[in-house]
């Protein structure tokens, strides 16, 4: 994509190396999260505003205008902007479904169901599957993962087993639809793709669950667990039309980017306006205490920490590129290696590295490659994160909530028929796609 201005070129500076060694540090931290506890939002916001105020000097001692140097800025704030309320409104609704007893509903449906124990893994993992695709990784590993705990409190094996099934399910869902993932959904805003080219992945996605489910499933114990005393959790007052309100949002934000060629975001904001306006009539109709809806109560339990590691890493990154680093990066990986060995290599560094700032440094080194090609880093950097227990959200998360049943170890187990997986995607996506 053509850009207003150019990179300064000043990457062998001592003080660009030292923008660079500022990222690397807070993205240390981040990567510590688990341990330190410091939320990942922290360093990243801070070493973004260092690093752009060593640009502004950079740029000042380059004598490039003011002008150039705004517009720099500015490209990086539309980027973050058009991302944040996006992923605002999605966070939203799924705050409201939550609220209105979608998810408990579902969770308690599962448990009176009393499946067996290679029942429940397939289960749990073609739910998350397809739930990740409408919500984020981390909330739908969550929320399944509630229920194998649930279920397997006994079953030590089963729970850890299960744990790693829900992470790979998780990003697998999440990389062909671009509701599904943040990585999928900046490709999709930055017009490199449109909206049901990346149902084209659904096939590779389905292979890169399916391949290490099976072998694991085997290891699954043949039994069933023991009954659970669950009573039935009743939905709210409008939960059914909250979801249904959910996929009309979705109509009218690709709708608003293939009709009306404006961003989805704009789409994204009507919904919550129709979610606000309905809420209101919630309020209205049901005064009691306990149904009390309140909107802004939602927008409020969005995942702040999320929204704003997103503005230190699109401006961290958007920085070094400013200065010359992913040109550099592009030549070394795009150029040395090839397009095709550079989107596999992405993917496994989004399993120790987050996805998120891999993929903005991709969309921001303005790369020549055509559908295929963007359709293979989508897909790479959505189930990259599944090698490691700490290369997504979702790994992150279920070690928090499994009571040390399942930890980076017990994934790591699993890492070899998890690799089989990634490379049986991206061998389906080039006979399929290429």
Request: charge should be negative.
């Amino acid at each position: 994509m053509a850009e207003e201005f150019s990179n300064l070129g000043l990457t062998g500076t001592e003080r660009g190396i030292y923008t660079v060694l500022i990222f690397i540090i807070a993205y240390g931290f981040v990567m510590a999260e688990e341990f330190t506890h410091l939320r990942k939002s922290k360093p990243v916001i801070f070493a973004a505003a260092v690093i752009w105020a060593h640009v502004a000097i950079l740029a000042q001692e380059a004598g490039v205008p003011g002008e150039q140097l705004h517009a720099a800025f500015e490209h990086d704030l539309k980027e973050y902007a058009e991302l944040m309320l996006f992923l605002l409104v999605a966070m939203t609704y799924i705050n409201a479904m939550a609220e209105r007893n979608v998810f408990e509903a579902l969770r308690s449906w599962l448990i009176r169901k009393q499946f067996g124990y290679k029942q429940l893994f397939w289960i749990t993992g073609i739910i998350t599957f397809f739930l990740s695709a409408v919500a984020d990784n981390l909330t739908s590993a969550l929320l399944v993962g509630a229920v194998v705990l649930a279920v397997g409190k006994d079953n030590e094996t089963f729970v850890s087993i299960g744990f790693v099934n829900l992470v790979i399910a998780a990003n697998a869902g999440g990389a062909f639809c671009p509701f599904g993932d943040i990585t999928t959904l900046m490709v999709w805003q930055a017009g490199y793709a449109e909206f049901f080219d990346f149902f084209k992945l659904f096939i590779p996605s389905v292979v890169n669950f399916a391949v290490p489910a099976f072998f694991m499933s085997r290891a699954i114990p043949d039994a069933q667990p023991e009954a659970v005393d669950e009573a039935a959790v009743e939905l709210r007052p409008g939960a059914i039309q909250v979801c249904g309100l959910f996929l009309l949002t979705i109509v009218s934000a690709v709708s608003f980017k293939q009709f009306l060629h404006l961003p989805p975001f704009m789409g994204m904001m009507l919904g919550l306006s129709v979610l606000m306006l309905y809420g209101y009539s919630l309020k209205v109709r049901y005064t009691v205490e306990g149904s009390r809806f309140d909107i802004f109560n939602k927008v409020k339990a969005a995942e702040w920490d999320t929204l704003l590691f997103f503005f230190g890493v699109v401006f961290a990154v958007g920085g070094l590129g400013y200065i010359g680093y992913l040109e550099l990066l592009s030549a070394a990986m795009y150029d040395g290696l090839g397009a095709t060995t550079a989107n596999i290599l992405v993917g496994i560094i989004s399993a120790v590295v987050d996805n998120i700032p891999v993929m903005f440094a991709v969309l921001n080194m303005n790369l020549d490659m055509d559908l295929y090609q963007w359709l293979l880093v989508t897909l790479t950097a959505g189930v990259g994160g599944s090698l490691f227990s700490v290369g997504s959200a979702a790994g992150v998360a279920l070690m928090g909530q499994s009571n040390h049943k399942y930890t980076f170890f017990s994934h790591l187990k699993w890492t070899p028929v998890i690799a089989g997986g990634y490379f049986a995607s991206i061998l389906t996506h080039y006979l399929i796609n290429g």
